[in-house]
């Protein structure tokens, strides 16, 4: 017999949506006419020959490093750089050779690289004890991030890339906590020596990876200049992701726009919700400092404004909808009111915190918004958090009678609830009204 499941489902859905049926005769009728579900085979298991495969190397690697640190003191020294060289030129000859197999899997390949490059780092250590080298130590980080970023342009490797961007921050970490010295090389190799390569590769998962490290980075640099400056230079960083995230929507790699998003937001929300308890410290003085030191203040700034005029001129790049005008100008609104005006040098600690505290109310309830109206849980979740934040953060700073107090708690309680009878009502309805084959 001839399945109309499908053609009556779907029959179904469009009568609901017009409005001939209810909501309760649409789940009678798909309670009286199951849907066909079609038999969809397993998956091979490849995925989980990789996995095993690069815990194999992983832990092979490690236990020919705890062989030899074991019988390390009695090995004569060039018996211990024949280990190291041997160890490195075999971890990647092992990698070249399969490379010449067309059927070797290229994780493997990768994999092997990969360790061929953690033993050269071992051993920059290694060596430096055989021979009581008395060096600069972080440059041994140094050194180890430009073997790793060459391997990453020379393979094309995005793990040896990832590794290249750790390493280049433990290097200006140790340069500016343990010497003082506050190196800006650090940040332009992310720009010009790792950034392209993600874009070029298409690779979401370094891109991600180098948004989170470049605000890191630059505190690193201008952490000398004085600490009162990184709180609004993060949020000017953050600031032109948003915008950039517009403008690469309708560039090569559209899908970069989304990590432009995340990224930005997985920073920009706690800053936000620091500023709500602190707001903006005075940023008066900037006349006095030094010429290099001036130009990364205002690099933040020009990068932040020339990103947003771009994104809101450009025709493809310009919100379409009201809710990415709404998105857009949450984070203008900061900018606008909070930001850009605390670089005269004014004190606006205490106005700025009100914008921070409605700015992270407004995306709160956006976030519920969106959730709710897209189905979208992890949103919503996100949303409800903050607002409970929001409330706990207040519960001293306003109300002082405690029958205030737990009126606001009622009221949230109260919103929470509607919240999640909509997005169940919501979740309900988009199942009837989809058509299921």
């Known amino acids: 017999m001839e399945n109309n499941n499908p053609w009556l489902r779907a029959e179904i ?37 990789v996995v095993f495969a690069l815990l194999g190397v992983g832990v092979f690697g490690l236990g020919v490093i705890l062989l030899f640190a074991y ?71 140094f050194l180890w991030c430009l073997a790793a970023l060459s391997l990453a342009w020379a393979l094309p490797s995005i793990a040896h890339a990832v590794l290249a961007t750790i ?42 990876v180098l948004l989170l490290a470049l605000p890191l ?46 990224c930005g937001s997985l920073l920009w929300l706690p800053l936000i919700y620091v500023g709500t308890f602190t707001g903006l410290p005075s940023l008066s003085g900037m006349s ?13 700034s020009l990068l932040v404004l020339v990103a947003w005029f771009v994104a809101l001129v450009r025709k493809g790049s310009r919100p379409a909808s009201l809710e990415q005008w709404l998105e857009s100008g949450l984070v203008l609104f900061v900018l606008l009111l909070a930001v850009l005006p605390s670089l005269s040098g004014a004190d606006l600690s205490g106005w700025s915190r009100v914008v921070f505290n409605l700015a992270f109310l407004a995306h709160a309830l956006f976030y519920v918004y ?16 903050m607002l409970v934040l929001l409330a706990v953060a207040r519960f001293t700073d306003l109300f002082e009678s405690l029958l205030a107090r737990s009126a606001i708690f009622l009221l949230l309680g109260l919103l929470l609830f509607v919240i999640g009878v909509r997005y169940s009502k919501q979740n309900t309805r988009r199942k009837l009204e989809k058509p299921r084959a």
């Open 370 to 385: 969106r959730g709710t109206e897209h189905l979208r849980s992890k949103l919503l979740s996100l949303g409800c958090v």
């Open 288 to 300: 006095e400092l030094p010429g290099f030191g001036l130009l990364y203040i205002l690099l933040p």
């Open 217 to 262: 980075s630059y505190a690193f640099t201008v952490v000398g200049l004085g600490d009162r400056y990184l709180f609004a230079l993060g949020l000017l960083l953050l600031g032109s992701y948003f915008a950039l995230a517009r403008i690469v929507s309708v560039s090569a790699y559209p899908e970069s726009s989304g990590v432009f998003s995340l």
């Open 13 to 49: 859905a469009q009568w609901l949506r017009e409005g001939i049926i209810t909501d309760q005769q649409a789940q009678t009728l798909y309670a009286r006419y199951p849907a066909f579900v079609a038999y969809k085979p397993k998956g091979d298991g490849a995925w989980g020959k």
């Open 167 to 208: 390493l280049l921050l433990l290097w200006s970490g140790l340069e500016t906590f343990e010497f003082g010295r506050h190196l800006p090389l650090a940040t332009w190799i992310l720009l010009l020596g790792l950034l392209p390569l993600a874009w070029m590769q298409r690779a979401s998962s370094l891109l991600a």
């Open 71 to 141: 019988n390390w003191e009695g090995m004569h020294r060039y018996m211990k750089l024949a280990a190291i060289g041997l160890g490195i030129l075999g971890a990647h000859g092992a990698a070249l050779l399969m490379a010449k197999n067309e059927k070797s899997n290229p994780r493997m390949i990768e994999s092997f690289h990969l360790l061929g490059t953690m033993l050269f780092g071992a051993g920059i250590w290694l060596i430096a004890q055989i021979y009581h080298f008395d060096a600069h130590y972080p440059d041994g980080f």
